[in-house]
Each structure stands twice: as C-alpha cells, then as structure tokens.
C-alpha cells in the first residue's frame, strides 16, 4: 500500500475543523470528531474554564515537567504550531513528501495535559486524611493519582483508532502510541469488561506503576480485580483472560530507570521531601479496602470513557 501523502492528512486536517478543536495543531479536530475520549475531554476542559494559548508562557518547550504548576494556576495549556510549517512545506514542494514525514513535527500533549487539568478538579480539595499515610505521602500520591489519570486517558484513546488515518494523527497528540498487539490486548479487554471497568483496571494499574511497584503477584493481581469487579462470572472471566492481564500489565512496560527520574524530579519540584521509595510505600490495596479515595474518583470520572451516541 502506498503511504498517503502529506497533501491527503493536511485536507483531512482542514476539513475536520471544528470549533472545539485546535486550528493550528495537526489532527486535533479530526481526533476531536473521530475520538470520543478525546472529544470527551476537550468538552470536559472547556467546561471547567480551561483554554489553549500558542504562547509557550511556562518553559513548556525546555521543561514540560516543570510547566504544569504554571499550566493549572493559569488555567491555559500551551501547543506547538505545527501546521503552517507543513502547508508551507506542502505549497514549496507539492504531493512530494508522505505521511512519514509528518512524524517529525513537534507533537502535541494537549490531551495529556488538559487531562491533568480535568483531574485537578477532583483532586484539588480532597484531603487524603487516612492514618495510614504520612503527610509526604499524602501529597506524593495526590500527585500519583493525577499522572495515573493522564496515563490512562491517552492508553484508552487508543482504542478508537481503527485507521492509519486516526492512528497517524493519534501519534502526533500523545505520549502513549500502542502498538497493534497492545491495542488488540485493550479492544478483547474492553469487550468483557466494557468501557468504566477497564478504566477502573487501567487506572489502579498506572497507580501501581507511578508508586514504582513492580507487577504485582497473582494473589496481589486477584484481589485488585476482587476490589474491582463486583459481578463474580465477569471478575472470573477477568481473571482467566491473558489479554485482561497484559493489559493489566502494560503500565509497568515504561522503563523503571525513566519512572523514577522523572517521578524524583516532579516529587522534589513539588515541595516533596524524603526517600522516594519510601514516600510512594503507598499499600494501595489497603488504601482501596480502608478508604474509598480511589474508587470515589474512578466513579466521578467513568463518563468521560463512555461514548455517547450521536
Ligand atoms: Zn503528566
């Protein structure tokens, strides 16, 4: 099959548009009207008072990790222009360069971000007022419980790219690019569990991940679908399916040296102190039988993973 031309994306990408979608960030009208998760949080956005700026005002282009302080006290998520470079290439050389060459614009992680602006929401007054947390790990898993949300927001939009097209552009607005044996992991996961209880699963797996546990063991593994899955056939089901597990499993993919750069980092700039493993001892499974922080959010948040009907 011959690879589209770069012309093809950009006239899918002018006649996408739409007027909650981005002009001038390559496929986010397009994703917006061909992807109900990314639909879903963009509306979700807007309405929370959120809005997009090109101006880089938080060092966003050098540092992203350091930008989302600034990001949520200013309520505006910075994006790269990255289409009138393309349409400039296009006009100079016309139908010469395919979509392989769109790759190598800067992407977007508007999703990412609005993402964590949506979960700030929830987060921002809850108190995590449990006896089994340090203060330090109180506000170290607040930080947690945000970046499991923005993880799994971009893993489940996913699933509704079914085409090189939706794919493509996919790639260039998010940091989680699957590749088709995990998509087909998350689609056979998603057909037993339906679209909140694989949120639900996702979710506490990338909670696992960010608190830098590795896998869990089995016994671990069937009592967090225990927690999860109410109806005991389907939670049997679960527990029986490879796909459940790998899915289950793919958080832990991303490797353990880049997680704790980076979450030792954002810990420090956020005024976190101590030994990191030991602040993000977090006894997760405890904290879901205790308490019902985790459960409360999964359950404020399950409507964004629906699709609504046309
Ligand atoms: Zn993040």
């Known amino acids: 099959m011959l690879a589209p031309k ?28 061909h992807n109900y998760i990314f639909k879903n949080i963009r509306d979700c956005f807007f309405k929370l008072g959120f809005t997009f700026t090109d101006k880089d005002f938080c060092h966003y282009t050098v540092m992203p990790y350091a930008s989302l302080k600034s990001i949520l006290k200013e309520k505006k998520v910075p994006y790269f222009d990255n289409v009138t470079v393309l349409k400039e290439i296009e006009q100079q050389y016309p139908r010469k360069f395919n979509c392989h060459d769109i790759v190598k614009v800067k992407p977007n992680y508007i999703l990412h971000e609005s993402s964590h602006c949506i979960v ?38 996913n699933l509704p790219n079914d085409t ?59 009592t967090i679908l225990e927690l999860l899955i109410p109806d005991v056939s389907v939670r049997k089901k679960a527990f029986d399916s490879q796909a459940v597990r790998k899915t289950f499993n793919h958080a832990f993919e991303l490797s353990q040296d880049f997680r704790i750069q980076t979450t030792s980092f954002y ?44």
């Open 120 to 157: 700030e929401s929830f987060l921002k007054d809850l108190q995590l007022s449990t006896n089994q947390l340090s203060t330090e790990s109180q506000k170290a898993f607040k930080l947690v419980m945000a970046e499991a949300f923005a993880n799994t927001v971009e893993s489940l939009a």
């Open 6 to 33: 770069l012309q093809q994306f950009l006239k899918l990408h002018d006649e996408s548009e739409a007027s909650h979608g981005i002009k001038n960030s390559l496929g986010d009208s397009f994703l917006y009207r």
């Open 267 to 310: 810990l420090a700039y956020s005024g976190i102190n101590g030994d990191l493993f030991k602040v993000l001892q977090v006894d997760i499974v405890e904290l879901m039988k205790k308490t019902l922080f985790i459960q409360n959010l999964l359950k404020y948040f399950d409507f964004l993973f629906i699709q609504k009907n046309q």
């Open 164 to 222: 090189v097209e939706k794919r493509l552009f996919f790639e260039l607005n998010s940091y989680a690019i699957h590749t088709k044996k995990v998509n087909q992991n998350i689609q056979q996961t998603y057909d037993l569990l339906g679209p909140t209880l694989i949120f639900h699963l996702v979710y506490v797996s990338y909670l696992f991940s960010n608190c830098l546990f590795p896998e869990p063991n089995t016994k671990v593994y069937q």
